[in-house]
Each structure stands twice: as structure tokens, then as C-alpha cells.
């Protein structure tokens, strides 16, 4: 069975960084395009960051310019470097398969607040 856990999230000023984590077992990430999802409250989930089996990468326009996503396939690890942090960034912060898969892990909360 497929398990991906998350973490790194925490609470955070404005303008600050974090860097989040994401392993998977049960699966080979380097079989697949991966992302980072968000879903704050009372808001759908939304992809934020995608990155392809090679390398190539895309973000949403909330967070291009600040967020970069990279992956580490020999680790099964995929991670999101979050720097100029903003209020409206605070989510749960999930990754998985892009499109996504029906596995899902707990996520990580990122609260940015002063």
C-alpha cells in the first residue's frame, strides 16, 4: 500500500521560510510526476508546484518566484522550499502524483501569521 507523509510545516512570520518533505513506500516516485497541493479552510485543494520525471517544473502564480520544487528519486522524497511566506499561504500542504493519485497522505500544517 501506497503511504506518503509529510512534514516540515510549522508556524511561520510573514516573510519567513520553511522547507517541506515528502516520502513515499509502497510506490517508485520516479515513475511519476509529483506536486505539493494546499487546502486552506473552506477552499478546495489546489496544485501548487509540479515538477516532471525530468526535472522540469511549474507553479501556480500565487506562489511563483517564491516556492521551488525539487525532487530526490534515489530518496523517494520530493521536497517544497518556501521562501517570502505570506499570510495566504497558510494550508495544509499535501504531496502526491501528478494528476493525483488516490492515495493521500496526512499533510503538513503551514500557518504564517505574526
Known amino acids: 500500500q501506497v503511504q506518503l507523509v509529510e512534514s516540515g510545516g510549522g508556524l511561520v512570520q510573514p516573510g519567513g521560510s520553511l522547507r517541506l518533505s515528502c516520502t513515499a513506500s509502497g510506490t517508485i516516485f520516479s515513475a511519476y510526476a509529483l506536486g505539493w497541493y494546499r487546502q486552506a479552510p473552506g477552499k478546495q485543494r489546489e496544485l501548487v508546484a509540479h515538477i516532471t520525471r525530468i526535472r522540469s517544473t511549474n507553479y501556480a502564480d500565487s506562489v511563483k518566484g517564491r516556492f521551488t520544487i525539487s525532487r530526490d528519486d534515489g530518496k523517494n522524497t520530493v521536497y517544497l522550499q518556501m521562501n517570502s511566506l505570506k499570510p495566504e499561504d497558510t494550508a495544509v500542504y499535501y504531496c502526491?502524483?501528478?494528476?493525483?493519485?488516490?492515495?493521500w497522505g496526512q499533510g503538513t500544517q503551514v500557518t504564517v501569521s505574526s
Open positions: 502526491n502524483k501528478v494528476p493525483f493519485g488516490v492515495y
